[in-house]
């Protein structure tokens, strides 16, 4: 049972354009999401997060949007670079865990 | 400074040996978590770690598997009989504590492969 999803394995986009990671949860406890980045051969780093308290969190290039009535949050990366291609996983965590449960992960690849 | 080191970075093992996986946490980071990454799935929980509390064993497969973590700092993670579905990327990744309990710093991973 996932409570975590990412339903798109891949994406591909041209370098300049946006790129959209979209995620799913299923437990209305999840209170916190993060994102991840992850390129081959290393470990995951953290990317951005939100609390459940906004609906957007924006750092740089990337934001983050949560909409809690459709339980999904989305990742945009604005202007992608061939740098940002990488495996991207949504995380989710909720109030007195500290465990977040990992989606699997969308392979984003831009293109020059 | 340093991040979060695990050794070895590859482990070939043959089925039912044992084989020992070590973590470097960030320095007075008190939070230790351990997951896996079997091919095209996401990072599975397997145990944390939180100062001297006793650890959140619950996403153990199995009692084959088995960490520790001394003195706060160093952890472990024993894989006993190992068998081939145990072949994944083994993260440890470490956490601050009171704040930023969320966001995790990991490491490079420990590739284990059974034959």
């Known amino acids: 049972d996932q409570q975590v999803k990412q339903n798109s394995p891949s994406l591909s986009v041209q370098e300049g354009r946006i790129s959209i990671l979209n995620c799913d949860y299923t437990?209305?406890?999840?209170?916190?999401f993060l994102w991840y980045k992850k390129y081959p051969a290393e470990g995951p780093t953290f990317l951005i997060s939100?609390?459940?308290?906004?609906d957007k969190n924006e750092d740089g290039r990337f934001t983050v949007f949560l909409n809690k009535s459709a339980k999904h949050l989305s990742l945009h990366i604005v202007p992608s670079q061939p740098g940002d291609s990488a495996v991207y996983f949504c995380?989710?965590?909720?109030?007195?865990?500290?465990?977040?449960?990992f989606g699997r992960g969308t392979s984003l690849i831009v293109h020059p | 400074g340093a991040g979060v080191s695990q050794s070895p970075s590859n482990k070939v093992t043959e089925k039912g040996k044992d084989v020992e996986l070590r973590c470097d946490p960030i320095s007075g980071h008190t939070a230790l978590y351990w997951y896996r990454q079997s091919l095209g799935q996401g990072l599975e929980f397997l145990i944390y770690f939180q100062g001297n509390s006793a650890p959140d064993k619950s996403g153990l497969p199995s009692d084959r598997f088995s960490a520790e973590r001394t003195g706060g700092s160093v952890s472990t993670l024993t894989i006993q009989r190992t068998q081939q579905e145990d072949s994944a990327v083994y993260l440890c990744?470490?956490?601050?504590?009171?704040?930023?309990?969320?966001?995790?710093?990991f490491g490079p991973g420990t590739r284990l492969t059974v034959t």
């Open positions: 990744a470490s956490s601050p504590g009171l704040s930023g309990y969320y966001e995790q710093y």
């Open positions: 437990n209305s406890m999840f209170d916190y």
């Open positions: 995380a989710a965590a909720s109030g007195g865990s500290y465990i977040p449960t």
């Open positions: 939100i609390s459940s308290i906004k």
